[in-house]
């Protein structure tokens, strides 16, 4: 569809703002940023649905953890070995849905 | 040599809360009941005192038997005493200093948070400690429990139970203190993190016992509110400004060409010092009529 | 030091809460880990649960369980750019008891779910992630490790209901898929709204609730869309292929808001804030990526097990993994009464869901996400039905209505459907969703 969503102006820290995030002090997931220079699909960067990784005009990709939806969806469309390693926070760290 | 006892105070709040923009009604939510880091901190300080002294923590809390799981969460990390005061939460923090005081009577250090996430006004610790008639030390944004021992010349029991801790002061600036038992302190979140339980404390905890005290209703009056108003600064009716210029009647209007307000240090005894601040705002037309620096004379 | 429990169950969603109650009330002594800080507190889903299976197990549930309102409403809908065409069912009779579905919060119905087996003795832990099984030299799961100090967990038996990322199941050997075409992302908004106004704009009475599945409306991207009703928030999402997703230049929260934008959808939701957002993965390819069922010491329930039935205009999952869970909690309780937890002696677990619906529907409807995700289905009928709806009722005075028949042929050979696909793909949705 190509029309402009004109209901729909939150910006996207905004929408990521309505969910709860208890973060960790640890990192849950990393992203090898070397494994990620010969990735041609960069998979990653438009389906995280929360917008994680994002490129580097080195040809890097740079991760942040702390609102992460713990989906999985990343390492599902990752085709690199090694690039991603991923496992859940520690306990009663992570996202906190409240209304879902 | 009496063990020493070391407690913390814990206000268990619903974390979150939903607030309807229109008519401001607060929808607490029942699944989110827990303390805030500060109190995490607190229980954590209060452990590592432990450690170091040795001895026991008393956990307590005041509310009703909700609360009861988020206490036992402290006795999964290694609280050996848990006691509820039962009382109506939304009593003022007075009150609850005061129900709560006698349960802290033998207590060398009670560490609580510096402020609850409910808009709590942080106020708790200083009525406790007056309650106790013992020291307070408030604020406290950096402990050093691990620093040479305690303040020379104390002794009995208490003897070597000290260490340093750094405050907050307005204006960016620090204090750093030394502090020994017995004291009320309070701490802010950030100054360390609740340790994580183990499986066996959580699994153990589950039937920890908890004391539970009546809470008494307090005596003091609660202050008259005459109106509940938004803040909003005075303003102060001035003449227009004259002048030919516009820059000229904005330096007049602000104040510009005047002999400035500025600081001055000087060293008075409290009292004095109350009647230099009154005098101050008084001339400054800070005080709202009928209040001023002439007043002072009624001070103690 | 190491804690002992007939069984452990990882996970306190309707999978794991079921095993628990289950097996609390055989009498055994059940440990139920959940590493959100309360249970549902990780659970984003549609949302509407279908609860007739726990009429026997908890007969109070209709009155007791945390519902915001009973579906009476049920549409389905297809849509295209610029046209829906929608099957729009009402039931007066889901309105009252027994009822049929309802729309529910995960965080508040899987932790009333849960408390109930902790009533029934279960012992709850949250806030604990299991990190992997322990197991012996021959390979046989002996309990679980978690992420707390002092953490091991031996047990006569694990069930897993860690939910579809399944890293349990996989760790024990029963599944190794990581194949995306069996995953979908859900990605959904809860958009608040007061309740007399989404009983105005869904035409409910109060406490009724509508149950919206759409086909299409995906851009491009195969998979579809829901919208459900809470008591005051809106539900509003999509459900997109992950491989999809992967080869897509547009980002989920876009085809969210374009599926928002839409002039079907739009009335429905405009001017509701949104008040949370999040994501979460759906098992989609059923007995396709089912794992083995049970191991040795070890059996998987739930989303774990693939048993979501997520068909196209089906969404469950939520009553198969109750059914499924119950169903691992009494085979668990047998194996242990008659002392042989091997993956033999925990073979009960599939009768179970061979004689009840869990296994059944899953076969019945083996082809349906193939079918449902096929290119056909997602592009070209939605297109071919909703032109030939606008051409019937286009009225074209003075020229003459034309036949039905002749229209239809039209429209197939605009829409570039070729005869023998549409033979095909009607007999196999005959004898898929027959
Ligand atoms: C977008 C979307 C819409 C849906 N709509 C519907 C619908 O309308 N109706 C319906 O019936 N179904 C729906 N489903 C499917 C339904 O949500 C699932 O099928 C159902 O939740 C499965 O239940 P479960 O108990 O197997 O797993 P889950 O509900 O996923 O529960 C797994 C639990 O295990 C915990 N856990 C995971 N790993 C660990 C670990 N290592 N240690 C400790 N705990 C762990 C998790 O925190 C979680 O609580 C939908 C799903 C999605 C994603
Ligand atoms: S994480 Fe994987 S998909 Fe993303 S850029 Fe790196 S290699 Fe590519
Ligand atoms: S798990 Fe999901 S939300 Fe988290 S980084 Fe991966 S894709 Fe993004």
């Known amino acids: 569809m190509s029309r402009s969503s004109e209901s729909s102006p939150v910006a996207f820290e905004d929408r990521m703002a309505t969910t709860e995030f208890r973060i960790a002090s640890e990192p849950h997931i990393s992203v090898h940023g070397d494994s990620c220079r010969g990735c041609t699909t960069r998979a990653c960067v438009t389906a995280c649905p929360a917008k994680l990784f994002v490129p580097t005009s080195d040809g890097g990709i740079l991760f942040n953890y702390e609102q992460c939806f713990e989906c999985g969806t990343c390492y599902l469309v990752c085709n690199t070995e090694g690039a991603i390693t991923w496992a859940y926070p520690e306990g009663g760290a992570g996202v906190v849905y409240r209304r879902s | 040599m009496r063990r020493p006892l070391f407690a913390a105070c814990w206000k268990v709040v619903e974390l979150r809360s939903s607030i309807d923009p229109l008519t401001g009604e607060v929808t607490p939510d029942h699944l989110s009941l827990g303390v805030s880091r500060s109190d995490e901190a607190a229980l954590e300080w209060a452990l590592r005192s432990a450690a170091r002294w040795g001895g026991g923590v008393r956990l307590v809390t005041a509310g009703s038997a909700k609360t009861e799981a988020a206490l036992r969460q402290g006795a999964a990390v290694g609280a050996t005493e848990l006691l509820r005061v039962d009382l109506p939460i939304d009593w003022p923090s007075d009150w609850i200093a005061r129900a709560v005081a006698p349960h802290l009577a033998d207590a060398d250090l009670v560490w609580c948070g510096d402020m609850s996430t409910d808009r709590g006004s942080g106020a708790f610790p200083a009525y406790l400690a007056a309650e106790l008639g013992i020291s307070q030390a408030l604020g406290l944004i950096g402990v050093e429990l691990n620093g040479p021992d305690g303040p020379a010349g104390s002794d009995g029991p208490d003897k070597g139970l000290g260490f340093e801790a750094l405050r907050r002061l307005d204006g960016g600036r620090r204090e750093r203190l030394s502090i020994g038992a017995r004291a009320v302190l309070s701490c802010e979140g950030a100054t360390t993190r609740l340790r994580r339980a183990s499986l066996d404390g959580v699994l153990v905890a589950r039937d920890a016992p908890i004391a539970v005290r009546v809470g008494s209703r307090g005596t003091t009056v609660a202050p008259a509110v005459a109106s509940i108003a938004p803040f909003r600064p005075r303003a102060r009716v001035v003449e227009p400004p004259a002048g030919p210029t516009a820059r000229e009647r904005i330096r007049s209007l602000t104040g510009a060409d005047a002999a400035g307000r500025t600081a001055r240090a000087i060293t008075l005894n409290p009292r004095e010092a109350a009647v230099a601040i009154l005098e101050a705002l008084g001339s400054w037309g800070e005080l709202p009529a009928g209040l001023s620096g002439e007043r002072a004379g009624d001070l103690p | ?434």
């Open chain 3, 1 to 434: 030091m190491t804690e002992r429990f007939d069984v452990v169950v990882v996970g306190a969603g309707p999978a794991g809460s079921m095993a628990a109650l289950t097996l609390a009330r055989a009498g055994r002594s059940v440990c139920l880990l959940e590493r959100g800080p309360f249970p549902g507190s990780k659970n984003l889903y549609g949302g509407v649960i279908y609860g007739r299976v726990l009429d026997e197990i908890l007969p109070r549930w209709i009155d007791e369980a945390p519902i915001e309102r009973w579906v009476t409403r049920r549409v389905t809908m297809v849509l295209t750019e610029t046209q829906s065409l929608a099957v729009d069912f009402r039931s007066s009779a889901w309105g009252a008891k027994p009822y049929n579905g309802a729309t529910a919060l995960r965080p508040e119905f899987d932790s009333w779910l849960a408390s109930e087996a902790e009533k029934a003795g279960a012992v709850l832990v949250c806030s604990t992630t299991a990190t992997g099984l322990l197991l012996d030299e021959r390979g046989r799961t002996t309990g679980v490790r978690t992420d707390r100090p002092g953490g091991d967990i031996e047990a006569g038996v694990v069930i897993a209901c860690d939910g579809v990322n399944a890293f349990l199941a996989k760790q024990a050997g029963l599944t190794s898929t990581e194949d995306p075409s069996h995953y979908t992302l859900g990605v959904k908004e809860v958009l608040a709204l007061a309740p007399d106004e989404i009983e105005r704009r869904f035409g409910l009475e109060p406490g009724e609730g509508a149950d919206f599945e759409v086909i299409g409306g995906t851009g491009g991207i195969a998979g579809g869309g829901f919208l459900y009703t809470n008591r005051e928030t809106v539900s509003v999402g999509l459900v997109l292929s992950i491989e999809g997703l992967s080869r897509s230049e547009t980002r989920p929260e876009q085809l969210l808001a374009e599926f928002k934008s839409h002039p079907a959808i739009r009335p429905l939701v405009a001017g509701g804030d949104v008040v949370e957002y999040g994501a979460h993965l759906i098992p989609e390819a059923g007995l396709a990526m089912m794992p083995r069922l049970a191991g040795d010491g070890i059996l998987v329930a739930g989303d774990a097990a693939g048993m979501c039935l997520a068909a196209g205009i089906w969404l469950e999952g939520v009553n198969f993994a109750m059914a499924s869970g119950a169903a691992a909690g009494e085979a668990a309780a047998e194996a242990l009464e008659r002392g042989d937890t091997s993956a033999g002696g925990l073979r009960g677990y599939r009768k179970r869901l061979e004689a009840n619906f869990v296994l059944a529907d899953h076969r019945r409807l083996k082809r349906a996400p193939h079918l449902v995700l096929s290119d056909r289905m997602q592009h070209q009928y939605p297109q071919l039905v909703c032109n030939l709806v606008e051409e019937i009722f286009t009225v074209r005075n003075p020229s003459p209505k034309q036949g039905i028949v002749a229209q239809a042929r039209q429209e197939r050979r605009k829409a570039g459907v070729r005869l023998r696909d549409l033979a095909r793909d009607g007999w196999s949705a005959w004898r898929t969703f027959r």
